[in-house]
């Protein structure tokens, strides 16, 4: 039962490019949702987060983007860079509980 | 702040060993959550405490999973016998409470990577 989905494993974008990262829902009890990168050997890192009453958040040159209708959520990063190469969790909070996706591999060519 | 500490950072034990996992959460934190990270299911919670008292710990996959907060600054997690499966990788997390008591964002540790041979 995956109730937070990233179908996408990977991406590749060229450096300055716009990184969109896509997520999934089902559950509508989710309030809170949050992105986190993770390098290798290392833990996931916070991002950024946005909270169901809003519609997009935005922090420098990440922004995310809810649609509540849809159970959707997508991560903006533009530009992009090469030490945005990481893979990055979407994660929904329902309950003092966060449930992650699978994650995305994100590869930035410069 | 040294963020989320966690010893080991690589275990590596045969097959019906007992293993233990630490965290030292961030100080002033009031929540402490340990996670597994595997191929096939991704990362998934196992517990949470808060305030050093275990709130759920519906994640544990089973009894030879047991884990402790002693007190506000040390938890561990214990498998005991340890089968292969087990292996992963092990992420500690703390956070503290927000206005509404409920917990803000979740600051993980380097995580501990797990080998049952």
Same mark, same amino acid.
């Given at each position: 039962?995956?109730? *937070?989905?990233?179908?996408?494993? %990977?991406? %590749?974008?060229?450096? +300055?490019?716009?990184?969109?990262?896509?997520?999934?829902?089902?559950?509508?009890?989710?309030?809170? !949702?949050?992105?986190?990168?993770?390098?290798?050997?290392?833990g996931? #890192?916070?991002?950024? %987060?946005?909270?169901?009453i809003?519609?997009?958040?935005?922090?420098?040159?990440? #922004?995310? !983007?809810?649609?509540?209708?849809?159970? =959707?959520l997508?991560? =903006?990063?533009?530009p992009?860079q090469?030490?945005?190469?990481?893979?990055? !969790?979407?994660?929904?909070?329902? +309950?003092?509980?966060? *449930?992650? +996706?699978?994650?995305?591999?994100l590869?930035?060519?410069? | 702040?040294?963020?989320?500490? /966690?010893?080991?950072?690589?275990?590596?034990?045969? $097959?019906? /060993?007992?293993?233990?996992?630490?965290?030292?959460?961030?100080?002033?934190?009031?929540?402490?959550?340990?996670?597994? /990270?595997? $191929?096939?299911?991704?990362?998934?919670?196992l517990?949470?405490?808060?305030?050093?008292?275990?709130?759920?710990?519906?994640? $544990?996959?089973?009894?030879? &999973?047991?884990?402790? $907060?002693?007190?506000?600054?040390?938890?561990?997690?214990?498998? /005991?016998?340890?089968?292969?499966?087990?292996?992963?990788?092990? &992420?500690?997390?703390?956070?503290?409470?927000?206005?509404?008591?409920?917990?803000?964002?979740q600051?993980?540790?380097?995580?501990?990577?797990?080998?049952?041979l």
């Amino acid at each position: 039962d995956q109730q *937070v989905k990233q179908n996408s494993p %990977s991406l %590749s974008v060229q450096e +300055g490019r716009i990184s969109i990262l896509n997520c999934d829902y089902t559950n509508s009890m989710f309030d809170y !949702f949050l992105w986190y990168k993770k390098y290798p050997a290392e833990g996931p #890192t916070f991002l950024i %987060s946005i909270s169901s009453i809003k519609d997009k958040n935005e922090d420098g040159r990440f #922004t995310v !983007f809810l649609n509540k209708s849809a159970k =959707h959520l997508s991560l =903006h990063i533009v530009p992009s860079q090469p030490g945005d190469s990481a893979v990055y !969790f979407c994660a929904a909070n329902y +309950g003092n509980k966060l *449930v992650f +996706g699978a994650g995305t591999i994100l590869r930035v060519k410069s | 702040d040294a963020g989320v500490i /966690q010893s080991p950072r690589h275990e590596v034990t045969e $097959m019906g /060993q007992e293993v233990t996992l630490r965290c030292k959460p961030i100080s002033g934190h009031d929540y402490l959550f340990w996670y597994r /990270q595997t $191929m096939m299911r991704g990362l998934e919670l196992l517990i949470y405490f808060n305030n050093n008292v275990p709130i759920d710990d519906s994640g $544990m996959p089973e009894d030879r &999973f047991s884990a402790k $907060m002693p007190n506000a600054s040390f938890s561990t997690l214990k498998i /005991q016998p340890s089968e292969p499966r087990d292996s992963a990788v092990y &992420f500690c997390a703390s956070s503290s409470s927000g206005l509404a008591g409920v917990p803000e964002t979740q600051y993980f540790g380097p995580g501990t990577r797990l080998l049952v041979l």
